[in-house]
């Protein structure tokens, strides 16, 4: 069933890593409203709760720029592209105001073919997709049309061909919105997912994270559902990105320190566990001297 349209707009709500919530007005963080970056907190009820965080960033307004944040490189030209890495360590930068998960990756296998997919910090990965920061890829792949990925302008593009030359580039697994049409079937089960999006022109990101395996109070979408969301708010092409106990969003609150706001599923004796990831989609200020370190985060 197709989630329904009517949505409560909750104020901006800060979750912390253990889940206690504050909230806080809009109007106290002019320095995302001033940089064109709008953060809203859906509330659904029907068919099933759901809680959906969404970043809706204007880089027309060139006050703001998407950097791709990746942990390091664990030997250089050996088959792994990247040490799991806490992402608010990848986001540490003062420069980011926000920041979502990306990429899926995979473990490499042991000796007896087995992979370790128990995710700790420090663990080489393979990085799935195209991903790389200021014009160096350090995952390439084929032409696909699940990657997102930013030109020298900072226009936000869905899908690379091979003569595209990204500066910044990050890879879903699929994309669910195209043209302003859902390109997905209905049913499916239902998780904690990421997706981003973009307007006709390009100049809109909507990052948006929906929480999930949380019974009760938000339950997960199928990628059907979350396809008609992303249309819902006003995208015209969307990408389902990494999901599960992965999804995450961080947002700088009125005091400039950055908090996870969204309720990650992973848990450790009732307390919320962060994943840690192989890199971040971030979403820093323009105006700023520093920006994060992708290779030493």
């Known amino acids: 069933m197709r989630q329904k349209k009517t949505m409560t707009i909750i104020s901006l709500v800060l979750f912390s890593v253990v889940g206690s919530v504050s909230s806080q007005e809009e109007s106290q963080l002019p320095v995302l409203s001033e940089r064109g970056i709008t953060y809203k907190l859906n509330k659904l009820n029907d068919p099933i709760p759901n809680r959906i965080h969404i970043l809706r960033i204007d880089l027309a307004l060139d006050k703001v720029k998407p950097v791709v944040a990746l942990g390091p490189d664990p030997d250089g030209d ?72 930013f030109d020298a302008q900072g226009q936000v593009h869905l899908g690379h061909q091979q003569d595209d030359k990204p500066q910044e580039a990050t890879t879903g697994f699929q994309l669910i919105l195209s043209e302003g049409k859902v390109t997905t079937s209905e049913g499916g089960a239902r998780h ?15 990052l948006v994270v929906v929480d999930g395996r949380q019974r009760g109070y938000s339950e997960g979408m199928n990628i059907h559902e979350l396809a008609s969301t992303m249309k819902d708010i006003g995208c015209w092409t969307a990408t389902n990105m990494d999901g599960g106990g992965s999804s995450i969003m961080g947002l700088v609150d009125k005091d400039g320190k950055m908090q996870v706001i969204n309720s990650p599923s992973g848990r450790f004796f009732g307390r919320v566990k962060i994943r840690p990831l192989p890199m971040i989609l971030t979403i820093t200020s323009k105006n700023s001297q520093s920006e994060p370190d992708k290779d030493r985060p």
């Open 192 to 206: 904690p997912r990421t997706a981003m999006g973009t307007d006709k022109l390009g100049k809109i990101l909507w």
């Open 78 to 149: 050996g088959p792994a592209e990247v040490s799991l890495t806490d992402p608010r360590k990848l986001a540490a930068s003062p420069s980011v105001l926000a920041f979502v998960n990306t990429n899926p990756w995979d473990s490499f296998p042991d000796a007896q073919g087995k992979k370790n997919r128990n995710w700790y910090a420090g663990q080489p990965v393979d990085i799935h997709g195209l991903a790389g920061t200021r014009g160096k890829m350090r995952s390439t792949m084929g032409p696909s049309n699940a990657s997102v990925w």
